[in-house]
């Protein structure tokens, strides 16, 4: 993939997260957008997940699926904070 395609992914993924959360039942949106990337291990997709749902990581229908997110980046980059 290609650096700018790589870029123009990870914002139109901040651009679907904000979408997510203007519509009805954002919550519960997110929480099955956040699960449509399990399977994925790049550390920028999963970095830019937990910017996305940074401002409500303590919500209980997401906060369980975004710290999944977090060990699993961390298992790849190491300790974040």
Same mark, same amino acid.
């Given at each position: 993939?290609?650096?700018?395609?790589?870029?123009?992914?990870?914002?139109?993924?901040?651009?679907?997260?904000?979408?997510?959360?203007?519509?009805? %039942?954002?919550?519960?949106?997110? &929480?099955?957008?956040? $699960? @449509? =990337?399990?399977?994925?291990?790049?550390? %920028?997709?999963?970095?830019?997940? &937990?910017?996305?749902? $940074? @401002? =409500?990581?303590?919500?209980?229908?997401?906060?369980?699926?975004?710290?999944?997110?977090?060990?699993?980046?961390?298992?790849?980059?190491?300790?974040?904070?």
């Amino acid at each position: 993939m290609k650096k700018s395609s790589t870029i123009d992914e990870l914002v139109d993924m901040h651009h679907k997260g904000k979408e997510i959360m203007a519509g009805e %039942n954002p919550f519960h949106n997110m &929480l099955t957008y956040l $699960k @449509s =990337f399990d399977g994925s291990n790049d550390a %920028n997709v999963l970095k830019t997940l &937990l910017v996305i749902t $940074k @401002s =409500f990581k303590d919500n209980e229908v997401i906060k369980e699926k975004r710290e999944e997110i977090k060990n699993k980046l961390e298992s790849i980059v190491g300790e974040i904070h």
